[in-house]
Nanobody
Framework: QVQVVESGGGLVQAGGSLRLSCAAS????????MDWFRQAPGKEREFVAGISWTGGRTYYADSVKDRCTISRDNAKNTVDLQMNSLKREDTAVYYC????????????WGQGTQVTVSS
């Protein structure tokens, strides 16, 4: 099994930056990919960014691709999401998820970390 825990959320003014971190534990050697999702109030959960655990290939939603950078540290078993030029519409609970296969459902979800962007 794999477990993931997010950290780094908080309150930031529009235009500011935040760095979220996701720490994985357990069978980390089995991880294929780790992704970030977010869910705003009244909206469905949406994909934000993802990274291949071994090759490092990255994936981004169009809404964030020019403002966010996802990175991994295999030695520390962490995946970070650097978010810049934050907008009010980035306000959401951000979740980290791990998948052991290249497809299919996610094997682990974190509890989420709140990001609030004020005007």
């Amino acid at each position: 099994q794999v477990q993931v825990v997010e950290s780094g959320g908080g309150l930031v003014q529009a235009g500011g930056s935040l760095r979220l971190s996701c720490a994985a534990s357990g069978r980390t050697f089995s991880i294929n990919r780790m992704d970030w999702f977010r869910q705003a109030p009244g909206k469905e959960r949406e994909f934000v960014a993802g990274i291949s655990w071994t090759g490092g290939r990255t994936y981004y939603a169009d809404s964030v691709k020019d403002r966010c950078t996802i990175s991994r540290d295999n030695a520390k078993n962490t995946v970070d999401l650097q978010m810049n030029s934050l907008k009010r519409e980035d306000t959401a609970v951000y979740y980290c998820a791990a998948r052991l296969k290249d497809w299919g459902p996610y094997d682990a979800w974190g509890q989420g970390t709140q990001v609030t962007v004020s005007s």
